[in-house]
């Protein structure tokens, strides 16, 4: 997300199946602390949750070969084509409702910035079958957790 202020940015991430929406405040929107940011946040996430991203042709994504680390594939949306990423596109909609493009985030604080991602993350949503995508998330977390675990040995 970007802001009308010169070098205010968000780095939203959106999980295509739960919905769930990741965001984080940048202090700056060079390629290597973009990528720093990334690798930290999907490190944090079991391997089957994490094998493909696709960005926009933003500068901030070019060092994205760093993820390959992490054995994800990346992937990018041809120019002007914001239809190939509608989910990212739709939550960053919902969440200019709560943080328009003129905000200030210098007056933004931290506890309301964290409350307004949850409130986006605690909402029922139709497409969900009237679950959060918090809920929709820990479900699908706990399946591919206990999915993936090895079988115990008695």
Known sequence: ????????AILTVHERKSRLL???????????????HLVN??????????QTVTFDNGTEFARHLALRSLAIQTFFCDPYAPWQKGGVENAIGRMRRFIPRKTD??????????RLIAAYNNTPRKCLDFST????FAQVLHFECESTSRPSPG
Do not use: D, N
Request: charged share 20%; aromatic share 8%.
């Open 41 to 50: 946040l999907f490190a944090s996430l079991p391997q089957p949750l994490r």
């Open 105 to 114: 985030l210098a007056t933004l604080s931290t506890r309301r910035f964290r």
């Open 22 to 36: 990741l965001a984080i405040r940048l202090t700056s929107k060079a390629a290597h602390g973009v990528a720093r």
């Open 1 to 8: 997300m970007m802001f009308a202020k010169y070098g205010q």
């Open 133 to 136: 995508p918090a809920e929709t």
